[in-house]
């Protein structure tokens, strides 16, 4: 299995900031995606990242407020824009060889807003 | 449209005792199906899959899960559960490919000594 390094780890901000999260895997794999885990919560997937184009977002999630990149097969970052309280969540990295494969996930990134 | 049930949110067990996980899919073809268990502050570790073949899966731990077609489930089980197996575990369903995937709510497991 690939391991998968997030930064940071956590990180508290103010309202209105963005920060950007960052996944770094020790291999070259297929697929890369993003989740929110909100408190007390299962996991959501927010989007595809898309290597050399833009991400694939899913229902209620939108480019403006969550732009992903993804320059090479081994590197992704997601960015959290404009923060408000809601947006506390953990972001959690996924990466994937193909489809008939399993998916691994990162430590994840504990966000809290003030 | 897809979706996966964990009807449990929380469920206590004594040490050494034996544990269901249950959990409900829905899904229009043969699914990719997941359990994943989360430890408090870390992220998610794959416990086991089925992709098709046999039924009954084994995976790490000593866990594993029956896949049942007629009754869409995909239930965890463990014969004798440690105090370290205390944790969130998430059942999964692939969305039409393994990497894109729908979770339940998850199960809390309490171990009790």
């Known amino acids: 299995s690939a391991v998968i390094s997030q930064k940071p780890s956590r990180d508290i901000c103010q309202r209105g900031t963005s920060l950007t999260i960052q996944c770094q895997v020790d291999?070259?794999?297929?697929?890369m995606f993003w989740y929110r885990q909100q408190p007390g919560q299962s996991l959501t997937l927010i989007a595809t990242?898309?290597?050399?184009?833009?991400?694939?977002?899913e229902s209620g999630f939108v480019i403006d407020k969550f732009p992903i990149s993804r320059p090479n097969l081994t590197f992704s970052t997601l960015t959290v824009s404009n923060m408000s309280p809601e947006d506390s969540s953990i972001y959690l990295c996924?990466?994937?060889?193909?489809?008939?494969?399993?998916?691994?996930f990162g430590q994840g990134t504990r966000l809290t807003v003030v | 449209a897809q979706s996966v049930t964990q009807p449990d949110i929380h469920i206590t067990v004594s040490e050494g005792a034996s544990l269901e996980l249950r959990c409900n899919y829905s899904?229009?073809?043969?699914?990719?199906l997941f359990w994943y268990v989360q430890s408090p502050g870390q992220g998610l570790q794959l416990l086991l899959k089925?992709?098709?073949?046999?039924?009954l899966v084994q995976g790490i731990k000593g866990f594993e899960a029956e896949f049942k077609r007629s009754q869409s489930s995909f239930n965890l089980r463990k014969p004798s559960v440690h105090w370290s197996d205390a944790a969130e575990y998430f059942c999964?369903?692939?969305?039409?490919?393994?990497?894109?995937?729908?979770f339940g709510q998850g199960t809390e497991l309490s171990v009790k000594p």
């Open positions: 089925y992709f098709s073949g046999d039924t």
């Open positions: 291999s070259q794999v297929t697929m």
């Open positions: 990242a898309n290597q050399g184009s833009e991400a694939t977002y």
């Open positions: 899904y229009g073809a043969t699914p990719y």
């Open positions: 999964a369903v692939g969305k039409n490919q393994g990497g894109k995937l729908i």
């Open positions: 996924s990466v994937c060889q193909g489809i008939n494969t399993e998916a691994f």
